[in-house]
């Protein structure tokens, strides 16, 4: 059996879920350490719709990275710490994916494995992460809303949430698109976003980054509906 990815994305109502979710981006690495057959995790915090700096406190969400679907099942069906997650989040969605695109490091290292497989009429999952410069935080942050202003009418657009691992600097995209095609459409030809990557190369915002491109297996919950 092959890698697979899972991101379980929780949204959160009422302060003391709320406040358990915050606890839990610290105490839950001691569970995810030991969870057999992960082999990378990250516990992702989020913002606020339009990809705005400030935090979302209402929605986490947990990225790893397994040997295979059985030992995802396992977890995510047995641990303790996912019926704990499952008790205090009001809803959930849970997807299953494999990566077909992966270029660039995150914390050192690129732990996707891409795969060769169909991608027709397959909903494609894009994550793109970096770690911005301490001094071109602020040219980021100001950058930010022009580029992201695309998105809001972009053909196929499923889903979009900006995730963090530390606010403001460790930062992740992620989106879900209808189809290969629809993404391309949006990458390619839309003019905003090609000048965004242009402005990346020629400023140079990141002192690390990764662009992973993945096909959508299976949706466990209905907290992101498609």
């Known amino acids: 059996m092959s890698q697979v990815v899972t991101l379980s ?6 302060f003391q879920s709320k406040a358990w979710a915050f606890g839990m981006m610290q105490f839950a690495h001691h569970y995810l350490k030991k969870a057999e057959g992960c082999d990378f995790y990250k516990l992702l915090g989020s ?21 295979n679907e059985a030992v995802a099942n396992d977890f995510i069906q047995n641990s303790q710490l996912f019926k704990n997650y ?21 914390s050192g290292s690129n732990p996707f494995k891409m795969h060769d497989i169909e991608v027709k009429d397959k909903k494609i999952a894009v994550i793109t992460r970096a770690s911005i410069k301490w001094s071109k935080l602020f040219t980021f942050w100001k950058f930010v809303p022009e580029s992201q202003k695309p998105l809001s009418n972009a053909k196929g657009l499923c889903y979009t ?23 391309f459409n ?6 905003e976003h090609v000048e ?13 980054e990764m662009f992973s491109r993945f096909v959508i297996d299976k949706k466990i919950g209905n907290f992101i509906p498609f």
Request: aromatic share 18%; charged share 25%.
């Open 9 to 14: 994305i929780f949204k959160y109502r009422g």
């Open 47 to 67: 913002g606020k719709e339009g990809f705005n700096p400030l935090p979302d406190w209402s929605v986490y969400s947990v990225l790893q990275v397994w040997k």
């Open 86 to 106: 499952l008790k205090h989040s009001s809803s959930h969605t849970i997807l299953y994916m494999k990566s077909i695109q992966a270029r660039g490091q995150w």
């Open 161 to 183: 949430k900006g995730f963090g691992e530390v606010p403001f600097k460790e930062m992740a995209t992620f989106s879900i698109w209808n189809s290969k095609d629809d993404l």
């Open 186 to 191: 949006f990458a390619y030809q839309s003019k």
């Open 196 to 208: 965004a990557i242009k402005k990346t190369r020629s400023i140079d915002w990141y002192s690390e």
